[in-house]
């Protein structure tokens, strides 16, 4: 899996071209990778991150399955 680091700069590239739907994807795994190393606080904040590019992308099934209920902080 990806460090933490170049997780963070995929986030701001994706985020600056606009490519919400792979932004999302990747919130949820550096938000997964944050967890494991122990950074909840920090996790969270992606975990919301993704959950809100769900909704304004109206994509209920991933907003669905963002946190399943064995990845939960």
């Known amino acids: 899996m990806s460090s933490v680091n170049s997780l963070k700069k995929k986030c701001r ?12 994807r990747t919130c949820s ?17 992606y975990y919301r991150k993704d959950r809100d590019l769900c909704i304004k992308l109206r994509d209920d099934v991933e907003e669905a399955e963002g946190v399943p209920s064995s990845d939960k902080v």
């Open 13 to 24: 590239h994706l985020e600056d071209r606009g490519r919400w739907a792979d932004l999302s």
């Open 29 to 45: 795994d550096l938000a997964r990778l944050l967890r494991n190393e122990k950074k909840l606080e920090e996790a969270l904040l």
